[in-house]
């Protein structure tokens, strides 16, 4: 929030400007620090803080989380304090909430609140993950070394969800032209060559009958099917929100042809990484292994990584506890983790997962756009060319009666 504010110095001079802050009380302090004496204070643009109060604020991608982890850490690294590391960033940070946030987190730092605990009242944007890894790095004394790992974590994570929804950008614009073309056809195109038909005596063409049948069934229950479709969607939308829906959903996802095998190798990635990282950071394997569960999406996994963690809390050995579940933890992830168990290296045998199972997943994306481009458009093609048949046969005809 920004306020005007009116002061006098040590010296007894007034003083008129702005200031950003999260509070008129943290713009006081503020002020107070270079011996400014607030005399008035107002908080400026009222009416637009009011308004944006009903605008969606946009969402905190890992990007943003990527760029901020990054430039904190290099500021700390250099001796900056953390209040004035934070304001500092938050000045850059376009996106209002983003940036109201990270003012209210400086101030809390500087009223004494440790860093994690500042953070930790923000879950939506910093997850358990996120504060974990921060309290570890307050506990040994090595924030910025912290920082480092959370901003090259996000920056994989970033990099694998960017390449999946890129791959579907193309299927997605195909079939946006598709709908668009067959709407065209059918508001303007089909009404006109069903009246050329009437005024002639010709049979219309076999492709020609199946167009004007859909025209005249989207004439009388177009309704009908639109209501459908919309109570359709909401059920499905609310079906796989509820939890016996999220698990059916996750069940269905695995298993689905192709994109089950990408999205498993997405799922070991993060557990892999999760608990690299978190090791790494000087956290234990229980430890680790709980917030990775907590932080996984699918539920299939999120059980996987609880027995797992039970089964450690009693003796057991990761390698041995994933050894139950070989249709969604290959055997080389098992064999890979028993070798770092063994010699004391697991941080440094689960990145190895990750390095190899993110190239699969590099590689199987690729692949898949490279061949869902030539059937999009053959299939695409196809349509046009049976529209065109459609609506083209009929006009041929009726020109051969003239």
Do not use: C
């Amino acid at each position: 929030m920004k306020f005007s504010y009116k002061a006098r110095t040590k010296e007894g001079k007034i003083e008129t400007g702005t200031i950003e802050a999260s509070s008129k009380e943290a713009a006081v302090l503020i002020l107070q620090k270079y011996n400014i004496f607030v005399t008035s204070l107002d908080e400026k643009n009222k009416g637009a803080m009011f308004a944006k109060k009903f605008s969606f604020s946009k969402k905190v991608s890992k990007k943003d989380l990527t760029i901020f982890s990054r430039q904190l850490a290099v500021m700390l690294e250099s001796r900056i304090s953390v209040i004035q590391s934070l304001t500092s960033i938050a000045a850059q940070i376009k996106k209002e909430n983003f940036r109201e946030e990270i003012m209210k987190i400086s101030s809390m730092v500087e009223e004494g609140s440790p860093l994690s605990e500042a953070f930790s009242t923000y879950p939506n944007t910093f997850d358990d993950f996120y504060i974990s890894l921060l309290r570890s790095g307050e506990a040994s004394g090595k924030i910025s070394e912290t920082l480092y790992y959370l901003s090259d974590h996000l920056e994989r994570e970033q990099d694998i969800s960017s390449k999946v929804k890129q791959a579907m950008i193309y299927p997605a614009f195909t079939l946006v032209v598709l709908a668009g073309v067959m709407i065209i056809v059918m508001s303007t195109v089909i009404p006109k060559i069903e009246e050329i038909i009437k005024e002639t005596t010709n049979e219309p063409p076999f492709f020609t009958k199946v167009m004007l049948g859909f025209y005249d069934f989207l004439g009388n229950y177009g309704w009908m099917v639109l209501i459908a479709f919309f109570w359709l969607v909401v059920f499905i939308v609310y079906y796989f929100r509820t939890k016996e829906g999220k698990k059916k959903y996750d069940q269905i996802s695995l298993k689905t042809p192709i994109l089950g095998k990408i999205l498993q190798k997405i799922f070991l990635i993060r557990f892999a990484e999760n608990i690299s990282t978190l090791i790494s950071a000087g956290l234990s394997i229980n430890i680790a292994l709980k917030i990775t569960g907590d932080t996984m999406t699918n539920f299939i996994y999120k059980k996987i990584i609880s027995e797992t963690e039970k089964g450690v809390s009693e003796g057991e050995k990761i390698s041995a506890v994933l050894a139950n579940y070989p249709e969604n933890i290959p055997p080389f992830v098992v064999q890979m983790i028993k070798v770092g168990e063994e010699t004391g290296k697991l941080d440094k045998t689960l990145m190895e997962i990750v390095n190899f199972y993110g190239k699969e997943v590099r590689d199987a994306i690729n692949t898949l756009t490279t061949l869902l481009e030539p059937i999009l458009i053959i299939f695409l093609g196809v349509l046009v060319a049976l529209l065109a048949v459609s609506v083209l046969e009929p006009l041929y005809g009726a020109l051969g009666t003239i």
